[in-house]
């Protein structure tokens, strides 16, 4: 990386901390509970702060909570320019500040995010009974499926999104073939698949689960933890200040990440979205 990119991720990066300052101080007062989760996670855990290549951050909060968060009566009382919105295209929510204007290389992806943004994902609870849990998590991610082949040529668009190494091999056959199929995808309901797949999510509480799951990470299946894994969190230091996270990290970028989580990967191997930067 030259200087010149160098300085420009410091600079987002930097935005991010402070977006994420704004997002913590909410959280507190509201007394609702939030953890870095993904990437965030596994840069507290490897390099105590970003990945050094990462442009976002990601957080993930029990259901309650996240409603909580993205709740009109919450919006209202954001400073201007800030909002906490669910993004039916994403299916998670993103915390974002419209003051700060981003460019992300890929013409496509700068035109659907403009602007700064943490990522927010909900966690929800499972079937106690194992069998039941597969049964209701493959519903969902049947659901999550149609959804995202209704948006298949913007998928297809956006160079990111095609060449993404780690996405499981179905999807990456999904994504390259899935046109073929749109047009009868096309007919279903959006909004009315939308409201599905949330109700879907939300069946099971997140308190009375032992087992909880982000559906909509990126990481499908390993993203099913034992709560136990969350636990009470427990802060841990990230770029200059500190971030909670999951009680047992370790555990859980083990399971995300793999047995070499703490090894640096190929440079081809290192995942980011497009040359981000924020515009002055």
């Not at 609870?125 to 659901?143: A, C, D, K, S």
Request: hydrophobic residues 35%; proline residues 4%.
């Amino acid at each position: 990386m030259d200087n010149t990119n160098e300085n420009k991720l410091d600079d987002l990066q930097n935005e991010l901390l402070r977006l994420y300052g704004i997002l913590a101080d909410f959280c507190d007062k509201k007394k609702i509970r939030y953890y870095g989760c993904g990437g965030t996670a596994l840069g507290a855990i490897r390099h105590d702060g970003f990945i050094p290549w990462d442009d976002d951050m990601d957080i993930a909060i029990p259901r309650k909570d996240y409603e909580i968060l993205i709740s009109e009566e919450s919006n209202k009382l954001f400073d201007k320019g800030i909002s906490a919105k669910f993004d039916k295209e994403l299916l998670f929510s993103r915390f974002m500040d419209t003051t700060v204007r981003c460019s992300r290389g890929d013409s496509e992806w700068n035109e659907l995010f403009p602007y700064l943004y943490i990522d927010v994902f909900p966690i929800d609870g499972t079937p106690n009974n194992g069998l039941l849990r597969m049964i209701h998590f493959y519903r969902i991610m049947f659901i999550f499926t149609v959804l995202k082949l209704k948006r298949i040529k913007y998928l297809q668009k956006i160079e990111y999104m095609k060449n993404r190494r780690h996405r499981p091999f179905i999807e990456r056959v999904v994504i390259k073939y899935g046109h073929l199929i749109s047009p009868i995808i096309d007919r279903l309901d959006e909004d009315k698949l939308v409201k599905k797949y949330n109700k879907l999510c939300c069946k099971y509480d997140y308190d009375n689960s032992k087992v909880v799951c982000v559906y909509s990470g990126r990481y499908r299946k390993r993203e099913m933890i034992s709560k136990e894994m969350i636990g009470k969190g427990k802060m841990h230091q990230f770029s200059g200040c500190e971030i909670p996270i999951y009680e047992k990290a370790e555990e859980y970028v083990k399971q995300i990440y793999g047995q070499n989580y703490m090894e640096l990967p190929p440079i081809s191997d290192r995942e980011k979205h497009g040359d981000v930067e924020i515009i002055r």
